[in-house]
Every structure is written in C-alpha cells, then in structure tokens.
C-alpha cells in the first residue's frame, strides 16, 4: 500500500509573531496582543485540503485547522481577509455554531448575549462585528445610541463573490474589475476588507464562534480571555458540532486514517483494499504502468474516489419528485468533484489556472450541495435516505446482487463522467486564456499558497 504513514497537513503559514497551539486550553493570540494591548490583528486565510469544505487558517497558529482563538474582552480584534483563498468565505461570529445557517443568533448590535441580563439592545451596545474596507467602516450603528443597526455586513459579503483577480495584498491600494458581462461596466474595488470585533459584555464569558456566511461546517471556537490571558470559561460550551445538527458518521470535518494523503473527508471505507464490494472493479488501469510517488497516491485517491461517487449514485428513485432524485444522484457527483481538487491540491499545485478552477469547483460546488440538500430538509427528505445500500454488508447480503445486471448504469455514468470531463477540460483552457490576457492588466493579484508541504510526503 501507497498510504504507509500519517501525513501532517500544511507548513503553510510562517509566523515569528504568535503563540497558542489553537486547542481550547492554549488558544491562539498574537503576540502583539499582551497585557495593555488595546488593539491586536490576526491574518486570515484559507485551505481547501484536509477537510469537507475549506477551512481557516490564522498566522497566530500556522497549519493548525479550525483552531480555537482567544480573545481578550475590552480589546480590538482585526482579521484582515486580504488573501485571495478568502473568496467566498466572508467571516462572521456568532453565538453557536454557523450562526443563521442554523437559525441561531449571531454577534449583532441588537441582539443580546445568551444568558445575560443585558440592555444593550436598546442602544445598539450589544457585541458585534464592524465591517471595514481598508479604514472605511461600511455600517452605520453606533453604540450607545445614535445611527442605526448596520455594522457593514450587507456591502461587505457581496465582495467576497468577486473573482480571484480582484483581490490582492494589504498594500495593494484600489483594483479594477473587469465587467462581468458584455452589458456590465467595470468597477474599481478597494481591497483590504477586514472585520473587527471588540467584546465589552462583562457579564458574558461563555465562548462564541466564528464561521463562515457563505458555507456550513467552518466553525472554529472562541474562548473569551481576561487581561491576564486567563481563560474565563473553561469548559467547551456550547458544543462545535452538536450532534443533533451535524450528525455521525455523515458529518465529519477532518481527514483521518488513509484518506489523509488525499485531503479528503469520507473515503476511507471506498479503497481498493477497503471497500468490501462497494465497488465491482478498479475504476484506473495501471497493471504494468510506473509512477512516481506523487502520481500514484493521486491516482489511488482518484480510484477510492470514483469507488464513492459509483456506490452514492445508486439509489432508489422518488415515486413523486424527481428533483428530490436528481438531488440524491447529483450530491455524490459534485462530492467527487470537490475532492479531486483537494487531491490535486493536495500534490502542492502551483499552476495559477488550475488553482482557480479548483478553488471555484470547491467553494461553488459545495455551496450548491448545500442549497439541494436545503431542498431535501424542506420537503422532509432525510439526506442519504435513497441508497439502496447503507453498508457493504448490506449490499453483499441475501438475494440482492447490486453490481449485477447494471451494464446500463456504467454506461450511463461514463457517459456523464466523459461529459462532465469535456466541460471542466473546456473551462480550464478558457481560465488559462483568461488569466494570460490579464497578467498585465492587473495591479496586483493575491497568490494562493502551496497547499502541501511535499518534504512531509
């Protein structure tokens, strides 16, 4: 077997300014945040590998995936998402886990901390985060009275839709957008959108969150800090990823065991030596062929990979809405999409064209899972409830023979495979095209980080 050892994911942020090992007792805090600081600044980006979407990185803990933060009441926080790997990611803080994807409340001028006896909602004094661009604050609140209940949110996150050319470094100054459309004009779009936070509840000490308000599952813990550094509330409260929203085995956020080489989430029961008849067959041919180490853990990712998508694809049609069976086929293929960009990722892809594909691939694809699977929850449809296995020991027991009589199937699904190949072949050479005839037309264009970093494979 390739998979002979663990691989530790991503050397990839270098710091001489942080401490914290990002865990709930040792939480990440800059350096430059010690007693008497007034105002501290974490630099945010993101990666795509090692978990179910992409996750965030702070240059208080290099490499470390979801950390925990601490952040220290009466002090101003700065997150500066100048990074192109932030698009599509615009941060926000709330009070549980992903904030209004689970209907629940976030850090808002108006909304009063959880188990407080707090005011502040009468004079927009309740914690919250200010959007800026650059200096420029996009809201219009201010606390204790005056103004109204905007803290910039609304002109802030429709930014981070933009494409990766727009954005650049912190002293990339103002950028030009080339129009989006033949009827469009172009627009010229300061960079630099950061977002600040300075909690002053004294009577609240439990921990909060950040998220992402674009995508589900990117939560990372908040622990609240005295002037010390002291923790205020030691116990993890409330919970990540409670259980009763984001359920296992399906939920998952982390790469474990063999699938860690690849970067993905949930393949590993899909290996060749893993998957127990999931599958009939290798879906790559590589009898009598060499590779060198990089090219053959990819091409067994990529064999685990098609394994899921084959075994997810085979359901039960619903007897009265076919958009509910065109949800229960689609996920597992946009599923497999998503992660042969994290394996690719994976190898430490440099190539400019291939990085933006793969990233809008990630961040659009996995956006659009989220809005079928949002249909499923609307019309009572548990996620998953169409596979005509759950297990391989299903599939293998009694008179059931899944893999028999399904030359239809397999043709069928290379058909699409082919199809969708030709497409993301197409849009890769019109990306290449694109990016070459805007080299020079760009004043500065943010540059993603090498995923991986290949001495640890």
Not at 149 to 163: I, M, N, R, S
Not at 304 to 333: G, K
Not at 362 to 385: D, F, K, R
Not at 443 to 450: A, E, F, I, L, T
């Amino acid at each position: 077997m390739i998979f002979s050892a663990t691989v530790i994911l991503l050397g990839i942020l270098v710091s001489t300014s942080a401490s914290g090992t990002g865990t709930s007792l040792d939480p990440c805090v800059p350096d430059d945040c010690g007693v008497g600081a007034t105002s501290c600044v974490f630099d945010v980006k993101l990666v795509a590998v090692g978990n179910a979407v992409a996750y965030y990185v702070f240059d208080a803990c290099p490499g470390v995936q979801q950390p925990t933060l601490g952040l220290k009441r009466g002090v101003t926080y700065r997150f500066n998402q100048y990074d192109s790997t932030n698009i599509m990611h615009p941060l926000g803080l709330a009070y549980y886990t992903d904030g209004a994807h689970n209907d629940v409340d976030e850090l808002e001028p108006m909304i009063v901390p959880p188990g407080t006896t707090s005011t502040c909602n009468t004079n927009n004094g309740c914690p919250a985060p200010m959007y800026y661009q650059g200096e420029t604050f996009q809201g219009n609140f201010v606390a204790s009275g005056g103004g109204g209940a905007d803290f910039g949110l609304d002109a802030y996150e429709p930014f981070f839709k933009y494409p990766d050319f727009a954005w650049g470094g912190p002293d990339a100054g103002p950028n030009t957008i080339p129009a989006v459309s033949p009827s469009g004009a172009a627009v010229t779009a300061p960079l630099n959108w950061n977002m600040r936070i300075t909690q002053t509840a004294t009577d609240f000490d439990q921990d909060f969150f950040y998220f992402c308000h674009i995508h589900t599952g990117m939560s990372g813990r908040i622990k609240q800090l005295a002037a010390d550094g002291t923790i205020l509330s030691p116990n993890d409260f409330p919970a990540l990823f409670p259980a009763s929203l984001y359920p296992a085995p399906e939920y998952k956020v982390v790469s474990t065991g063999q699938e860690q080489i690849c970067g993905t989430v949930g393949l590993n029961t899909f290996f060749e030596d893993t998957h127990n008849g999931k599958c009939p067959t290798s879906f790559i041919c590589t009898e009598g062929l060499s590779f060198d180490t990089e090219s053959a853990n990819f091409n067994e990712c990529l064999d685990a990979m098609d394994c899921a998508m084959q075994f997810n694809m085979i359901i039960v049609p619903n007897a009265t809405d076919p958009i509910v069976t065109f949800v229960h086929s689609m996920v597992p293929h946009h599923i497999n999409a998503i992660q042969m960009c994290k394996t690719l990722m994976q190898t430490g892809l440099e190539d400019d064209a291939f990085l933006a594909l793969c990233w809008n691939i990630v961040n659009t694809q996995s956006l659009q899972i989220m809005e079928m699977n949002e249909y499923l929850a609307s019309n009572s449809v548990p996620e998953g409830s169409a596979k005509c296995f759950d297990t391989p020991a299903d599939a293998l027991a009694g008179s059931a023979e899944p893999f028999s009589n399904q030359e239809p199937f397999f043709i069928s699904i290379t058909v699409f495979v082919v199809a969708t190949f030709v497409v993301a072949v197409g849009s890769f050479f019109a990306a290449r095209r694109y990016f070459e005839g805007n080299k020079e037309a760009n004043v500065v264009r943010g540059k993603s980080v090498k995923m991986v970093d290949n001495n640890a494979l």
